[in-house]
T-cell receptor, first 115, second 114 residues
């Protein structure tokens, strides 16, 4: 069965500093990995995904994530945080071997960016 | 174009009553998903549809929960004999027809069981 872990409930960063939100996963086959963001009083939005190919993927709002197969990780990063990045971030995984659409989400990490 | 819509946006019901939650996916999206999000928590997978079929119902919490999808479009999540622990935000999402596709989420239905 697939699973996702986001080990940090909360991440605090100063504006202008780099940020990292951690995610590790477990699947039986090859993973499809996703990051979503939930801004206050707004719906969940897709940020980026890893399907295959280049381990570094770039997404919306200047975010990027690095797929590391040996460490089964898919950490979300941004070189310079903005106050407007403050939100709830979710990592999600699908198991490509099952061929299905079942998606498991992590518990979420709340990011606070301080001015 | 129109996004995923859900109705009602809020539902308050009494313990023991049945409720129906509706989801209208983005036109052309063959995959549809239901999740539950308790206050400030993560998303709990409930069920997904590929077309009108639900290959994996393992996420439904109990036999009080059921879902159907008709015409490859609208889906209804039904909770029978609601309990207070069913109180949560129920989110619907849809995607194109490959597992590599990302999901588009609706605004959710906030269910409160008194």
């Amino acid at each position: 069965a697939q699973s996702v872990a986001q080990p940090e409930d909360q991440v605090n960063v100063a504006e202008g500093n780099p940020l990292t939100v951690k995610c590790t996963y477990s699947v039986s086959g090859n993973p499809y990995l996703f990051w979503y963001v939930q801004y206050p009083n707004r719906g969940l939005q897709f940020l980026l995904k890893y399907i295959t190919g280049d381990n570094l993927v770039k997404g919306s709002y200047g975010f990027e994530a690095e797929f590391n197969k040996s460490q089964t990780s898919f950490h979300l990063k941004k070189p310079s945080a903005l106050v407007s990045d403050s939100a709830l971030y979710f990592c999600a995984v699908r198991d490509s071997n099952t061929g299905g659409f079942k998606t498991i989400f992590g518990a979420g990490t709340r990011l606070f960016v301080k001015a | 174009g129109a996004g995923v819509s859900q109705s009602p946006s809020n539902k308050v019901t009494e313990k023991g009553k049945d409720v129906e939650l509706r989801c209208d996916p983005i036109s052309g999206h063959t995959a549809l998903y239901w999740y539950r999000q308790s206050l400030g928590q993560g998303l709990e997978f409930l069920i997904y549809f590929q077309g009108n079929s639900a290959p994996d119902k393992s996420g439904l919490p109990s036999d009080r929960f059921s879902a159907e999808r008709t015409g490859g479009s609208v889906s209804t999540l039904t909770i029978q004999r609601t309990q207070q622990e069913d109180s949560a935000v129920y989110l619907c999402a849809s995607s194109l027809g490959f597992p590599s596709n990302e999901q588009f989420f609706g605004p959710g239905t906030r269910l409160t069981v008194l």
